[in-house]
RNA sequence: CGGAGUGUGGCGCAGUUGGUAGCGCGCAGCGUUCGGGACGCUGAGGCCGGCGGUUCAAGUCCGCCCACUCCGACCA
């Protein structure tokens, strides 16, 4: 990734108008601010902006999932029938996988990888040496929703994370499901979300409870109860009669940002032969998992979360830059200073968007910093003399600092 | 797939009882401006979503289709 940009070169660059038809927050803005492109209902691309965005999610998700023990590789998306046939998911899954023929030969586009994880697995793991094995990949997800809708948040193609591990034992794959767990909230700690456990139905991925981890908002389209000393919120699938009478109970509206299957051995490895010969000498199936996490859907979800009736206010963590310098005033000499602070704070490693542009007016590049939300606004002009003005997206106070001040405020 | 809505220069919109398309923004050139989406002058830019029909004449009326948005069914 680059790090510093003038927003003269910067493309594309932003919208006045907010594009007709779209009604939820996080389309409104994302494509507004030069994010994101529609280019048809749920395939969107991740325009310079939204791509540094969604980048900077992935490599806090990476850091996360390194420190499990798990490792990164990248497998295909154009798939075989053949693989799905083994364990029926060719046919239990046709609503939402795309399958399509070619030269007399059947094919899908890549919804999940459990399945070709499992050959992986069979292919390459014969003793209970080789694992814990938890691998994971970050690729798109193609996936036939009904409906496209919620802007970025319900796609038809779509960017995951997703982690796949096989043990020797339950209780080993449990330990390490929960530590899992762990790292997923610690991810949402890091964008600022307070991410709620939650139990909930499989689907087309397992018959066995999972856990998803919702973050409450009013746009999301789960619905999660919490009442008076339960461990985890409950999904609406999972609510017996019993649950819906417990006390102190709450109904929260809110999005899924993650979700983690406990498989066991009968769905996926028994099926397909992912068998590994133990300590006692016995053949037995790896105990699997699978765990997913949509940064695209992530990042929507922070705009919906956090933002004014100006535009985003990106977390630090996530923000496209840390800063975002502005030039105020035709005179070169003020241009020469704002330049000169565009390559001081460059050269101390602050990643920098610097509105350079001097056909524009001022009002416009304020207009444009509040849409794309950068954290820390800085203004050189004729008013700040030698020192710059600082000011935070979430604030409107403003302060006259000088150049070493602002670095070390940025640390 | 059911229900509701919307398709007109790049973007946002107007277009009356049918008579041959207009506004704002943006864009290009010139000049003036420079702390909250500045101003003046000049200019470029349009198979009115598509196909078919009615009519002397269709952006406008009729039929079919397509796309997008919202609600629902499905779902990270």
Known sequence: ??????????????????????????????????????LMAGSYTLLPLGYRVVSKINDIIREEMNATGAQELLMPLLHPKEIWNETGRWDEAKEVMYQFEKNDKDFALSFTHEEI????????????????????????KFRNELRAKSGILRGREFMMKDLYSAHATEEDLMKYYWGVADAYLRIFKRVELDAIITEASGGVFTKEHTHEFQVASEV??????????????????????????????????????????????????????GYF???????????????????????????????????????????????????????????????????MLAAESVEVLYDDRDDVGPGQKFADADLIGIPVRLVVSQKTGEQVEWKRRNEEKTELLNVDKILNQLR
């Not at 992986?120 to 814990?132: A, E, G, N």
């Not at 699938?237 to 102190?248: I, L, Q």
């Open 117 to 140: 994880v499992m050959d992986l697995i069979r292919k390459h793991v014969t003793s209970y040496k080789d694992l814990p094995v938890a691998i994971y990949h970050f690729s798109t």
């Open 277 to 343: 010969t133990d300590k006692d000498g016995q053949r037995k199936p790896v105990w699997f998992a699978s765990y997913g996490i949509g940064p695209t859907r992530l990042m929507g979800t922070l705009v919906e979360l956090f933002h004014d009736d100006r535009g985003i206010i990106w977390p630090k963590s996530v923000a496209p830059y840390s800063v975002h310098l502005i030039v105020i005033s035709d005179k070169q000499e003020v241009k020469s200073r704002a330049d000169k602070v565009y390559e």
């Open 220 to 273: 999301g389209e789960d619905t999660i109860y919490i009442a008076d000393g339960w461990k985890h919120a409950k999904n609406d699938e999972v609510m017996s009669d019993e649950d819906r009478k417990a006390p102190g109970l709450k109904a929260i509206k809110s999005i899924e940002v993650g979700n983690i299957f406990p498989f066991g051995t009968a769905k996926y490895a028994e099926r397909m032969g």
């Open 1 to 38: 990734m680059t790090r510093n940009m003038r927003y003269s070169r910067l493309f594309p660059k932003t919208l006045k108008e907010t594009p007709h038809d779209e009604v939820s927050v996080n389309a409104k803005y994302l494509m507004r601010g030069g994010f994101i492109d529609k």
